[in-house]
């Protein structure tokens, strides 16, 4: 099943207001408890961290993370997960570690 998506820009700039965030090393995760059933996800990377191809690449493995963390997360959650600059160097595994962690802490994830 294909994640709910974050497209509009209103709703990052929303999210970035009202939400809560939490950070690491490298990934920023935005969480805003909504209610309801579904969880919306939107992945952006800053212009900092490279080219196209870099930030591209990292913007995969931010999805790919996510795809793995899926099925344990909780409902009724808008997430912007932001890659920082040290993600394009890190180990997928650690990215991955981090990512749960920071759903962890912000209550998205069941288990």
């Known amino acids: 099943m294909r994640p709910e998506t974050l497209t509009q820009n ?3 700039q929303e999210l970035y207001r ?5 950070v690491g090393k ?10 309801g059933e579904r969880t919306r996800v939107g992945f952006t990377v800053g212009k900092k961290l490279g080219g196209a ?3 591209n690449r990292v ?5 790919e993370a996510y795809r793995l963390l899926y099925p344990s997360l909780a409902g009724g959650y808008d997430l912007v997960i932001v890659g920082r600059t040290r ?3 890190v180990r997928f595994r650690k990215l ?3 990512m749960k962690s ?3 802490q912000a209550g998205a994830l069941t288990r």
């Open 10 to 12: 209103a709703e990052f």
């Open 18 to 22: 009202r939400g809560r965030s939490y």
């Open 26 to 35: 490298f990934v920023v995760v935005y969480a805003l408890e909504r209610g």
């Open 53 to 55: 191809v870099a930030r």
């Open 59 to 63: 913007r995969r493995r931010l999805r």
């Open 87 to 89: 993600a394009k160097d």
């Open 96 to 98: 991955l570690e981090e």
């Open 102 to 104: 920071l759903l962890k």
